[in-house]
Structure formats: C-alpha cells, structure tokens
C-alpha cells in the first residue's frame, strides 16, 4: 500500500498541477496564448502584465488552489498508510513543481511554479508559510520585484521548515523544491543584476 501511495500521489500531483489558469483562461478568454505574449511564462505575474488586473487574481488563487487540492489529497493519503502528513505533503509538491513547469498538455512548456511551492509550504508547516507570505508582501512594498520577493519568501520558508523541526526528510524535499523555483528564475536572477527586472505593480497593467 506504501508504493501505491507513492505512485498515484505521484500522478496525481503531476496531472493536476499541470492544468495551467493562465493558458487556459488566456485562450479561454483573450484567444491568445500566454506564452506567446511578455515574458513567455504563464503564471501569474506575466498574465497581469499583459491582460490586466480583471482575472489576473483569478490565476493566482487557482494556482493556489491546484496546490491545496494536491497538498490535502497526498497529506491526508500518506497520512494514514504512511504516517506523516507534511513528508506527503513534500513528496507531492516535487512533483507538482515537475508538473507546473513540464506539462504534457502544454508541449512541457510551463510557469515556474512560485505559487505552487508557496502552497505546498503552507500544508507543510502553516507557521512557515506565514513567515513567508509576510517576506514576500514586505519586499513587494519595497523592492517591488515579484521574482526577488518570490525568490526570498521560499528561501526564508524553506529555512523555517527545517527550523520548525519537519525532519530532514521533508526539509530536504523541500529545500529541493525552492531550489527547483530558483533555477527557473535564473532569467530573472540575471536581470536583476543587470538592474532590467521589471518592477510589480498591485494596480493596473
């Protein structure tokens, strides 16, 4: 029953989180697609930039709720066959980043999964993701750079995990889930450097 756990939170994690709201509402709504359009990433920050505030919020709460939905599912299962939450909850949220970013509906072409890890470090340790929900709003008012803010918030979570005392198993999946982001922020990284990062705005395209 332990592999079988594994294998359909396994798949279940990837096929779920590869339902992308920002190409899909981009062709559902505006009959483009996101990846086309800006940056090229369909998540939520270029969805905003290049449609506007009107359902740019919609794609951020269903890339939360993607994350919840597989979060409870796998917590719940490896919970009781397995006996921890939050190791479920990790492992899940490995393959969700994998899904988020490699999507086999969307030819692998995918976001970075930001939101997806945030949502995973909240059914990990509640305590964790609120230090990181407060990292992230303090440098989006000041910095004002969405993948800085993104970027810092899962480093000071990931920190906190292992801190809180998840055990070096879930710290370590979860260490490898921030360092995953990270990687698929590299562009971003180096314009930051550069000083070119575009700045977030809470308002208006």
Request: hydrophobic fraction near 55%.
């Amino acid at each position: 029953m332990k592999i079988f756990c594994f294998i359909v939170s396994a798949v279940f994690a990837y096929c779920v989180s590869g339902l992308n709201p920002a190409i899909i509402m981009s062709k559902a709504i505006y009959k483009k697609d996101i990846r086309e359009y800006g940056s090229g990433n369909p998540g939520f920050t270029n969805f905003k930039r290049v449609f506007g505030n009107k359902y740019a919020w919609f794609v951020f709460a269903l890339d939360i709720l993607k994350g919840a939905v597989i979060s409870v599912s796998a917590g719940l299962l490896f919970r009781q066959y397995v006996g921890s939450w939050q190791f479920g909850v990790a492992y899940a949220g490995i393959f969700a980043l994998l899904g988020h970013a490699f999507p086999v509906f969307y030819g692998f072409k995918g976001g970075k999964g930001f939101l997806v890890c945030l949502s995973t470090l909240w059914f990990i340790d509640w305590r964790a993701g609120a230090i990181a929900a407060v990292v992230l709003t303090v440098l989006l008012l000041t910095v004002k750079y969405m993948s800085l803010s993104s970027m810092s918030a899962l480093i000071a979570g990931a920190v906190f995990v292992a801190v809180f005392g998840a055990g070096w198993a879930v710290s370590l999946m979860y260490a490898v889930c921030v360092l995953f982001v990270v990687i698929r922020h590299r562009e971003n990284i180096i314009r930051l450097i550069r000083g070119t990062e575009s700045k977030f705005s809470f308002g208006k395209k």
